[in-house]
């Protein structure tokens, strides 16, 4: 276990919930919370602490008031930025999103030069793509959270659906962490089932719906974004990586060639294993998923030009 370190910079509800997950699973030796408010880092860090002497494994949870705390890493999950409010812009939002992010990840490659990183803050697939571009690290190094949680969600909606076989649920979303994104019922199955084997078309196109409104949903009714799920989503891939599990989940990677995109990242299946993504699969699609996924790469390429426009990489 010594050594396995993982660093959470953003101590929010996302960040603390993922730390919280890790800390009971046992995941890691040691989790550091990094906060630009650093009473939030050190409080949610005691409390954490304080529940993990009930976990079947000992883990450290601690925090840092500054980056340099963050040091060596295996794996560095970003949380950090700002939600959309009142009459910002999408513009708005990528620019100081984006700027928080290059900050953060100048701190992470002077500090963890040799880690993971895994993106969770939004736009998502546009933050991981900046992150590519701030650090220059093999693309293997550096992936985002999208897919791992929008499959949790549409898992979800099809046991709302069918009504059974929770646990064996097997789904598939990929493109972006949006209203483009692509859940692909035809790769879903309950205990080896194909879904299409139990659900109408009809019912798969509101499985699709829905899944697309997940979050949307819980901001509803809850007025801030879910936390519960991403969390957990967080802590999935972390310990896929820090075990050497080699399982295969859809994450936002950098595409150099795969689905005839280069230099954007989208949410694909992926290998994830100890040097982060260990492969990238490529599905066969047939023309209408050729054009939903044409459609989700152009929404991640639209975010990626205005951060060029206001000449952010400069």
């Given at each position: 276990?010594?050594?396995?370190?993982?660093?959470?910079?953003?101590?929010?509800?996302?960040?603390?919930?993922?730390?919280?997950?890790?800390?009971?699973?046992?995941?890691?030796?040691?989790?550091?919370?990094?906060?630009?408010?650093?009473?939030?880092?050190?409080?949610?860090?005691?409390?954490?602490?304080?529940?993990?002497?009930?976990?079947?494994?000992?883990?450290?949870?601690?925090?840092?008031?500054?980056?340099?705390?963050?040091?060596?890493?295996?794996?560095?999950?970003?949380?950090?930025?700002?939600?959309?409010?009142?009459?910002?812009?999408?513009?708005?939002?990528?620019?100081?999103?984006?700027?928080?992010?290059?900050?953060?990840?100048?701190?992470?490659?002077?500090?963890?030069?040799?880690?993971?990183?895994?993106?969770?803050?939004?736009?998502?697939?546009?933050?991981?793509?900046?992150?590519?571009?701030m650090t220059g690290w093999e693309k293997n190094r550096i992936l985002g959270m999208a897919g791992?949680?929008?499959?949790?969600?549409?898992?979800?909606?099809?046991?709302?659906?069918?009504?059974?076989?929770?646990?064996?649920?097997?789904?598939?979303?990929?493109?972006?962490?949006?209203?483009?994104?692509?859940?692909?019922?035809?790769?879903?199955?309950?205990?080896?089932?194909?879904?299409?084997?139990?659900?109408?078309?009809?019912?798969?196109?509101?499985i699709t719906r829905k899944t697309k409104e997940g979050g949307a949903e819980i901001v509803k009714?809850?007025?801030?974004?879910?936390?519960?799920?991403?969390?957990?989503?967080?802590?999935?891939?972390?310990?896929?990586?820090?075990?050497?599990?080699?399982?295969?989940?859809?994450?936002?990677?950098?595409?150099?060639?795969?689905?005839?995109?280069?230099?954007?990242?989208?949410?694909?299946?992926?290998?994830?294993?100890?040097?982060?993504?260990?492969?990238?699969?490529?599905?066969?699609?047939?023309?209408?998923?050729?054009?939903?996924?044409?459609?989700?790469?152009?929404?991640?390429?639209?975010?990626?030009?205005?951060?060029?426009?206001?000449?952010?990489?400069?």
């Amino acid at each position: 276990m010594v050594g396995r370190r993982v660093g959470i910079v953003g101590a929010g509800l996302v960040g603390a919930t993922a730390a919280y997950s890790l800390a009971m699973l046992g995941t890691c030796h040691e989790v550091i919370l990094y906060d630009i408010v650093p009473e939030v880092a050190f409080g949610k860090a005691i409390d954490i602490g304080q529940s993990a002497s009930y976990s079947k494994k000992g883990t450290i949870i601690s925090a840092v008031e500054e980056p340099s705390g963050l040091k060596d890493c295996d794996i560095v999950v970003i949380t950090a930025g700002v939600p959309r409010k009142g009459d910002m812009t999408r513009e708005d939002l990528l620019l100081i999103n984006a700027k928080i992010m290059k900050d953060v990840v100048g701190n992470i490659k002077v500090h963890s030069p040799n880690a993971v990183i895994i993106c969770v803050s939004n736009p998502l697939d546009v933050m991981t793509y900046v992150i590519h571009r701030m650090t220059g690290w093999e693309k293997n190094r550096i992936l985002g959270m999208a897919g791992t949680l929008d499959s949790a969600r549409m898992a979800y909606q099809i046991q709302k659906k069918i009504g059974f076989g929770s646990s064996q649920i097997k789904s598939m979303v990929i493109g972006d962490h949006g209203q483009n994104m692509i859940p692909l019922p035809e790769l879903s199955s309950v205990g080896g089932v194909p879904l299409s084997q139990l659900v109408s078309a009809d019912a798969m196109e509101e499985i699709t719906r829905k899944t697309k409104e997940g979050g949307a949903e819980i901001v509803k009714y809850l007025g801030t974004s879910a936390y519960y799920a991403p969390g957990r989503s967080i802590a999935v891939m972390v310990e896929a990586i820090l075990d050497d599990s080699r399982i295969v989940m859809p994450s936002s990677v950098l595409l150099e060639g795969e689905y005839g995109y280069s230099d954007v990242t989208a949410g694909v299946p992926v290998v994830l294993g100890a040097k982060g993504v260990e492969k990238i699969i490529e599905l066969d699609f047939d023309a209408a998923r050729k054009a939903d996924f044409e459609k989700s790469v152009a929404s991640i390429r639209d975010g990626i030009r205005i951060l060029e426009e206001n000449n952010f990489f400069a």
